[in-house]
């Protein structure tokens, strides 16, 4: 099942429309990934920004489902989720075209996302095709990140 994409003119563009509310408009803070693995290790340091009150912006690619995990990890829900996936599994499997193809889209969106916010800086770790998108993008549109 997909969703559409605030990065492209969704149903939910309007979190796009503004600046972010305030705890992320103070902080600059990007946590991006895409699968259940990056989540499970990027919680802690969440958990650890809203028990401090520090906000931030939570980007989630859609590469691996997610939903079942939020609540027994204690994580809000993504702001923004660029592709909504069931499953808990890899999207791709031996399909190396579509997994490029995924990537550069992804690439492409996550840029648009980061052009609108100016982060000051993108949190995100792994080896997935998620990471390298966002690494990538994080490079080519966020001046300060």
Same mark, same amino acid.
């Given at each position: 099942? @997909?969703?559409?994409? *605030?990065?492209?003119?969704?149903?939910?563009?309007?979190?796009? %429309?503004?600046?972010?509310?305030? *705890? !992320?408009?103070?902080?600059?803070?990007?946590?991006?990934?895409?699968?259940?693995?990056?989540?499970?290790?990027?919680?802690?340091?969440?958990?650890?920004?809203?028990?401090?009150?520090?906000? !931030?912006?939570?980007?989630?690619?859609? %590469?691996?489902? +997610?939903?079942?995990?939020?609540? *027994?990890?204690? /994580?809000?829900?993504?702001?923004?989720?660029?592709?909504?996936?069931?499953?808990?599994?890899?999207?791709?499997?031996?399909?190396?075209?579509?997994?490029?193809?995924?990537?550069?889209?992804?690439?492409?969106?996550?840029?648009?996302?980061?052009?609108?916010? %100016? *982060? @000051? +800086?993108? /949190?995100?770790?792994?080896?997935?095709?998620?990471?390298?998108?966002?690494?990538?993008?994080? @490079?080519? !549109?966020?001046?300060?990140?």
């Amino acid at each position: 099942m @997909k969703k559409s994409s *605030p990065a492209t003119g969704g149903k939910n563009a309007s979190i796009l %429309q503004n600046k972010p509310a305030s *705890p !992320y408009a103070s902080t600059g803070i990007v946590i991006a990934l895409g699968t259940r693995a990056e989540l499970i290790k990027m919680a802690p340091v969440m958990r650890a920004l809203t028990s401090r009150k520090v906000g !931030y912006f939570f980007l989630h690619t859609g %590469q691996h489902g +997610i939903n079942d995990l939020l609540a *027994p990890l204690g /994580v809000k829900k993504p702001d923004i989720v660029l592709e909504w996936s069931e499953s808990k599994r890899g999207r791709f499997g031996s399909a190396t075209f579509a997994a490029l193809l995924w990537n550069a889209k992804s690439t492409r969106r996550i840029g648009g996302i980061l052009r609108k916010l %100016q *982060p @000051k +800086i993108v /949190v995100c770790h792994g080896d997935t095709m998620s990471t390298a998108a966002i690494a990538a993008a994080s @490079k080519l !549109y966020s001046p300060s990140a």
